[in-house]
């Protein structure tokens, strides 16, 4: 960093040059006539504002009076960088009077520094917040915190070649709605984003407060502290709108060109905007977000995850994952390029405003929380844009059981808004959504007519837009996606119950378990299919059982059109529900001396020579008593609450 005082520039050297006491600084001096930023990621680029914004980050150096004595007495520090020739040739020590100044400078920072901290505690201590429990997450260890805490560093190797131009990126806005959330994961959320953004291009934070009836976040008790901190504003709503309306009332009066969404618990990383900016420059009709590191909601510890994925969607259109190939992650970490995602995962997403609002924006219509992110995704992709995932630009994310509160009927609140996004953009395959969902009687839900007219309205704005059809989008966008067959009864991962273990078969065509399982969001490859015919089917096979061996494997299915007796001979199978996806599985073969003989399967350590000591899914008699005879399916369809002309729609 390079002040001039007069004839002097000098040089300072510190940690980061981004941060809120940058901000507190340009907000604290009048004497300062250039100050020249570098960027992070090179010392050759420069931008120029008006005023001093020192950026140091506050949770690696609080300058105070002492600390900037010794400072200052170290040559080291101010010629630590190459003189800048625009503005002099040679670096000169600075003068009795501007070395005052630049103390002057320091000390009042660093006291509004102190003042806002003190506030910050001062805050969290007279709080009266719900228990923990409510939140979802370990409020007591996060009011704990401080609101500037470190945390790792976490861009791949790759990341290190990129330089940015910080003078030809544009500013951004970052909304962060918010609804009940705890107030320490608020405040942190916002200064790390004021610390680790460069203060040229961070041009404001807008906090909407979806009226959180939590006194806490009201107005009287909350504002006085955001005004100490600069560029952040707040808006709260008169009335209770939702997590899309409340990120539409920000991003209506936002003054930058970049918008971006960010939820309540997060912490932004270091250089984590820049990447994001300049790939808005390179194409802005495209839809970004950064790669979402994890925060735990219990321990509140930063980490980068082991495995990478990219966002996907599930038949019942719950936002999932799926694992990149082998090919995808090591280009992404050597290269650090962006690269395509199917669905966009909701807690932070980067537009161009112009761009946003040309192809509709959010759906207004999807009430309180749920589908946005799907429905978003979709159009961009069907609409001739693009969903990319910014290797280099990373934030952290606590994702918890239930990220959003809800008034009133929570499930059908949800339902129709799933229901807005199958009807709007996934023409004859909605049909999956329907059976999968219906099969719950709380999930039946029907549009109003004031529903079913905004539904039109979306519709017409696909057909503006000349969009492509669903089928484009699952051929060209994600063909991973296995598409269950029409005479399923129940379909996708099989998974036990109490052990949270999954079905897959090996490299040897044995039926065995895994715990890498689409319990957490994964879209499995070991997708079975129980159909109408009582066969258990995996792809084009069947699952054979070997009697009175109790493993069992992958076969041919029986022919085509075979009765009833040959499939009892070969095995078929039923659920003894507990629930709608789970319940007892069992299987039923004839006998050598042609009576039926029945097992369920149950979870074992197995003992045969093959696979010896591996958990696997074999045949026991039936014990009802047993935890590990119960299991689940992803999906149970039932097409025949799936209205008639979708299942004829082409």
Not at 294 to 312: C, S
Not at 394 to 403: E, L
Not at 600 to 618: A, D, W
Request: aromatic share 10%.
């Amino acid at each position: 960093m390079r002040l001039r005082f007069g004839g002097t520039v000098l040089t300072l050297d510190w940690p980061s040059r981004r941060s809120l006491l940058g901000c507190l600084l340009a907000l604290t001096t009048p004497i300062v006539v250039v100050f020249l930023v570098l960027s992070p990621s090179s010392d050759e680029h420069f931008s120029k504002i008006d005023d001093l914004q020192l950026a140091t980050p506050i949770d690696d150096v609080l300058f105070t009076r002492q600390q900037h004595s010794t400072a200052r007495n170290n040559s080291a520090i101010r010629n630590s960088h190459k003189p800048d020739r625009r503005l002099a040739t040679k670096t000169e020590a600075p003068s009795d009077a501007d070395d005052s100044a630049v103390r002057m400078v320091m000390d009042a920072a660093a006291d509004r520094l102190t003042e806002i901290l003190d506030d910050h505690w001062r805050l969290i201590g007279r709080q009266k917040r719900a228990p923990d429990s409510r939140y979802n997450i370990n409020v007591t260890h996060s009011d704990l915190l401080s609101p500037d805490r470190p945390i790792p560093d976490t861009r791949p190797r790759g990341c290190a070649r990129f330089k940015y131009d910080i003078r030809h990126l544009p500013t951004v806005t970052v909304v962060v709605p918010f609804y009940n959330e705890a107030l320490s994961m608020i405040l942190r959320t916002v200064h790390s984003l004021l610390n680790r953004s460069p203060d040229q291009l961070l041009e404001e934070v807008i906090l909407v407060d979806d009226r959180s009836p939590d006194l806490h976040l009201h107005a009287d008790f909350l504002d006085a502290h955001l005004r100490m901190l600069p560029k952040v504003k707040i808006i709260h709503n008169p009335q209770r709108v939702g997590l899309i309306v409340s990120r539409m009332n920000g991003f209506r009066i936002a003054k930058a060109p970049i918008v971006i969404f960010l939820d309540a618990h997060t912490e932004v990383n270091v250089g984590w905007l820049e990447p994001t900016l300049e790939e808005l420059v390179n194409n802005p009709n495209q839809i970004l977000s950064p790669f979402v590191d994890g925060i735990d909601a219990m321990t509140l510890e930063y980490a980068a995850p082991r495995i990478y994925h990219k966002g996907a969607f599930s038949w019942d259109l719950r936002y999932t994952w799926i694992k990149m190939a082998d090919h995808e992650v090591q280009r992404a970490m050597e290269t650090g390029l962006p690269f395509p995602s199917p669905t966009i995962v909701g807690c932070v997403i980067a537009v161009n405003k112009t761009f946003f609002e040309s192809i509709g924006a959010f759906d207004e219509s999807l009430r309180v929380w749920g589908g946005e992110n799907s429905e978003l995704s979709f159009r961009a992709w069907m609409c001739g844009s693009k969903v990319m995932t910014v290797t280099c630009s990373r934030i952290g994310h606590v994702f918890k059981n239930f990220p959003y509160s809800f008034d009133g009927n929570k499930e059908e609140t949800v339902q129709k808004n799933l229901m807005r996004v199958a009807d709007t953009w996934m023409d004859g395959m909605r049909k999956y959504f329907y059976a999968s969902t219906r099969v719950y009687s709380f999930k039946r839900a029907v549009f109003t007519e004031e529903e079913t007219r905004t539904l039109e309205e979306r519709k017409e704005l696909r057909r503006r837009l000349k969009c492509h059809n669903f089928d484009w989008y699952l051929y060209n966008i994600i063909p991973e996606i296995d598409i269950p067959p029409m005479d399923a009864n129940y379909y996708g991962e099989i998974m036990n119950i109490h052990s949270r273990a999954c079905w897959e078969i090996t490299e040897d065509y044995y039926v065995a378990l895994t715990y890498f399982c689409y319990d957490h969001k994964i879209i499995p490859k070991n997708n079975f299919a129980l159909t109408s015919d009582r066969l258990l089917r995996y792809q084009d096979k069947c699952v054979r059982i070997q009697a009175p061996q109790p493993h069992m494997v992958i076969d041919e299915c029986p022919p085509k059109g075979a009765d009833a007796a040959a499939l009892e001979s070969y095995g078929v199978w039923t659920v003894d529900n507990i629930d709608v996806v789970w319940g007892y599985l069992r299987v039923s073969r004839t006998g050598a001396d042609g009576q039926l003989e029945y097992w369920c399967i149950v979870q074992v350590t197995n003992s045969l020579p093959q696979h010896n000591g591996e958990q696997m899914p074999q045949l026991g008699p039936c014990d009802k008593d047993d935890r590990f005879q119960q299991w689940a399916f992803t999906y149970a369809f039932d097409f025949a609450r799936v209205p008639a002309e979708m299942m004829t729609y082409p």
